[in-house]
């Protein structure tokens, strides 16, 4: 069995042929499907599709880019849109430096909500970072000396230094098609290094499909050859790699099994 721990359902690419989109994935062995939020306006229709399809369940939070939208949100706000059943974290999430949709001010600002909902729900932070290893380490640090709390990094592509903290905090890290791509050869070396219990995996649909599926539209059922190639990052079977991942996602969205 298979976990797609992080995919965009509700995206227009793959929402009109949703029914056919979960049908392949079954067919290579996915058997579960967290579907991942980029803002709060997506949570009606997320909900939609997990009531359609018992094994989807959903995150709900605000990606870096669409901070400014939501500069003004409430803990509060956060922690209602958690309430239902079928949400089973807080996400996605994160600071993004890269591209300049947001700034950097309003990125920590609405970050920070999100970690204290966190904190406070017990349900896992579903994070997002790029070009921001010291701001994401040092955030995700010092609130977590505060207040313990859960987390992946999804989609992760950052430095070994970033890697290597989030772990000393019990964090998971997700690998994503970014692994298959010729030019990852450092990415790959740091996953050797991340201990299996400590790995999720996804496809972050309808983006970054892996190699050979390289423009495609990514969908669940690519997952299997991302599978492929961590089992050979870490020098262990495909069957391993379905076992532990599956195994670690159930132990991080726990909301999953009380629900499930």
Same mark, same amino acid.
């Given at each position: 069995? !298979?976990?797609?721990?992080?995919? =965009? #359902? ?7 042929? !949703?029914? *056919?989109?979960? +049908?392949? /994935? ?16 997506? !949570? ?24 400014? /939208? ?8 956060? #922690? ?28 920590? $600002? ?5 970690? $204290?909902? /966190?904190?406070?729900?017990? !349900? ?5 970072? *790029? ?9 995700? +640090? ?10 992946? %990094? =999804? ?37 050797? $290094? ?7 995996? +996804? ?5 970054l499909a892996p190699m050979p599926m390289r423009g ?6 690519? %997952? ?9 990052? $870490? ?21 999953? *099994?009380?629900?499930?």
């Open positions: 069995m !298979l976990v797609d721990s992080h995919c =965009h #359902l509700s995206s227009k690419e793959i929402y009109d042929d !949703l029914d *056919r989109v979960i +049908e392949r /994935a079954k067919e290579v062995g996915v058997s579960i499907f967290l579907n991942a939020a980029a803002k709060f306006d997506e !949570l009606d229709k997320q909900l939609e599709i997990s009531n359609r399809f018992h094994n989807i369940w959903t995150v709900t939070g605000v990606h870096p880019h669409d901070s400014m /939208a939501y500069e003004t949100l409430t803990l509060e706000e956060v #922690l209602k849109k958690t309430a239902y059943d079928q949400v089973v974290g807080i996400g996605e999430c994160g600071l993004d430096y890269f591209y300049d949709f947001s700034p950097k001010s309003v990125q920590k $600002k609405v970050f920070r909500t999100m970690i $204290k909902a /966190a904190q406070k729900s017990g !349900l896992p932070l579903i994070v997002h970072t *790029r070009d921001a290893d010291e701001d994401t380490i040092s955030m995700l +640090e010092s609130a977590w000396l505060e207040t313990p709390f859960k987390a992946v %990094i =999804h989609c992760f592509s950052s430095s070994e230094k970033l890697a290597m903290k989030m772990l000393e905090l019990g964090f998971y890290i997700s690998a994503s098609g970014i692994i298959t791509f010729k030019n990852s050869a450092v990415l790959r070396s740091i996953f050797q $290094k991340v201990p299996l219990d400590r790995l999720l995996i +996804e496809t972050d649909t309808p983006y495609h539209v990514n969908e669940p059922a690519f %997952i299997v050859h991302t599978a492929r190639t961590l089992a050979e990052i $870490k020098g262990v079977s495909f069957e391993e790699i379905a076992t532990a991942t599956t195994k670690n996602f159930l132990t991080l969205f726990d909301k999953v *099994r009380r629900h499930g």
